[in-house]
């Protein structure tokens, strides 16, 4: 087996790591196959090359322009909470019409997506930086970044779970949401925090993505099957 090959499959590993965590959150939490999931991950990919090649400065800087990826990709998040899946609940809608429905605003933001910035490639304005030569592989400064950015967000999203208010209601809701709201758990708080987060890691994957290879409309369609 190429070493080379398991260095990229790695760094590859990372990303769609990320993304099957925030799917993870949303099915487990709220219940919801969430086939938009991967759009999501488009949109905060694309967000971060628009503002890393604008004219402005400032968002040059790629780790400025990923941040605020992020939060559009939180905002859109939200939206769609309020607007589509809130709405769900409150009907109790069945899992098929939550699948078909999530399918629908799958091809609505890949659409947009297409609309807005067309069907091209993209590539970040990423600074040329020289690969590490590890006994003989040679290793991207960019895919230990992805690496080492996924590890953080991990860890941060275990000690979240393990240790904080918010992530224990998150479990307790995850086990059993009746139950759960009978002692006393804000459940709708919990909801947006699932979303915050979910869409939080799944625009990092997608920007991440972007760090190593191009980013594409489909992009993250792919990534989730």
């Not at 759009?39 to 790629?62: K, Q």
Request: no cysteine; aromatic share 8%.
């Amino acid at each position: 087996m190429d070493p080379q090959l398991i260095v990229n499959g790695i760094a590859l590993g990372s990303i769609i790591a990320l993304g099957a965590v925030g799917l993870t959150l949303t099915y487990g939490i709220l219940r919801l196959s969430n086939f938009a999931h991967g759009d999501l991950m488009t949109l905060g990919a694309f967000v971060a090359w628009m503002l890393n090649l604008s004219p402005i400065p400032v968002l040059n800087n790629i780790w400025i322009s990923m941040l605020i990826g992020i939060v559009a990709t939180v905002g859109v998040a939200l939206l769609t909470e309020v607007v589509v899946w809130k709405r769900m609940r409150r009907v109790r809608a069945t899992s098929t019409t939550l699948v078909i429905i999530s399918i629908g605003l799958a091809l609505f933001l890949r659409n947009g997506i297409l609309l807005i910035w067309g069907s091209d490639a993209k590539r970040y304005n990423l600074p040329v930086s020289e690969a590490i030569d590890l006994f003989g592989i040679k290793i991207k400064f960019y895919n230990l970044v992805v690496l080492g950015l996924a590890l953080v967000a991990i860890a941060g999203l275990h000690f979240l779970l393990q240790n904080t208010k918010i992530g224990k209601a998150m479990r307790a809701v995850a086990d059993d949401i009746d139950l759960a709201r009978v002692t006393g758990i804000n459940v709708e708080q919990v909801v947006l925090w699932t979303w915050i987060i979910s869409a939080s890691l799944t625009g990092l994957g997608g920007q991440m993505y972007g760090l190593v290879t191009n980013v594409r409309p489909d992009m993250g369609w792919f990534l989730i099957m």
